[in-house]
């Protein structure tokens, strides 16, 4: 692979919803001029029956792209054996990724939390960008994606992590949201609410120079329950495509949002998609 291109890295696992997130990485490659790497990790020792299903992928994307249903982008397959979150990691210090596309597994198995614990990890071990896509959704392409919500903590550097959130969406024309569900303390202390504002209001100041053709808006969300249900209950309701969480965000909402169905019996209902910046 040409390491001169830009590279999107898609763990894959033979799964329906890795097929997915592989066909919606096609669409994000064109629009971010870059290649794709698919990458499947086994702990079998005899690789050669998972190369025949390999080849077989391989071949219904071709075909996908023959008969104009995807984009012609180039793309690879590489199979290993090792521990996927470790060979990830491996790949991510190798080919420095622009982003990392995962699917993720069907809200109804329970016994598992719903984001995926594998995409759990890599999210928290990785500095690239990771967007996790639910089986259950197809997200669009990025010229398509309408409404966006920003979640941000207002904390250190978040005029700085804006900008990083949203450099995958340069021209954009759609609906951005920013969002900050209220710390109880800086409801009851004045003070700390008015920095809030200010620093919100900073915020949107910025977003609007810079995305003049998007339309802009900012939320305080005071929380009757969770962060992660506040959030969850908003892209719902407000038919949001896409959850963007800045590194800041990763400490207080990740482990709500991957965690929620084991850790506090919270049903993240897999019907918007999220990147991790």
Known sequence: MDSSVPCILVPFSFSEYSFQAGRIAFYWAEKMNATLLF????????????????????????????????????????????????????????????????????????????????????????????????NEIFLKPLEHIKEIAFATSLGKNYLLN???????????????????????????????YDIKQQKMQDLL??????????????????????????LNFYAETNQTDLIVVKKSNRMWLLNKLLFAS???NLVFHAETALLVI
């Open 205 to 230: 100041n910025k977003a609007r120079l810079a995305y003049p053709n998007a339309t802009i808006s900012a939320k305080f969300i005071e929380p009757t329950q969770s962060r992660a249900r506040e």
């Open 262 to 264: 084991t850790a506090q």
């Open 162 to 192: 804006y900008d990083k959130g949203m450099q995958f969406f340069k021209q954009y024309t759609g609906n951005i949201h920013l969002l900050h569900v209220i710390e109880t303390d800086e409801i009851e202390n004045k003070e700390a």
């Open 39 to 134: 990458l499947h990790v086994t702990t079998e020792k005899e690789l050669a029956p998972l190369e025949l299903q390999v080849d077989k992928v391989k071949e219904q994307y071709i075909n996908e792209i023959d008969s104009k249903k995807l984009p012609d982008i180039s793309f690879e397959f590489h199979l290993k054996q090792g521990v996927i979150e470790e060979e990830i990691k491996r790949y991510d210090k190798k080919l420095h990724p622009i982003l990392v596309i995962m699917g993720t597994r069907d809200k109804k198995q329970k016994q598992l939390d719903l984001i995926g614990s594998v995409t759990a990890e890599v999210m928290e071990q990785i500095k690239t960008p990771v967007l996790a896509i639910p």
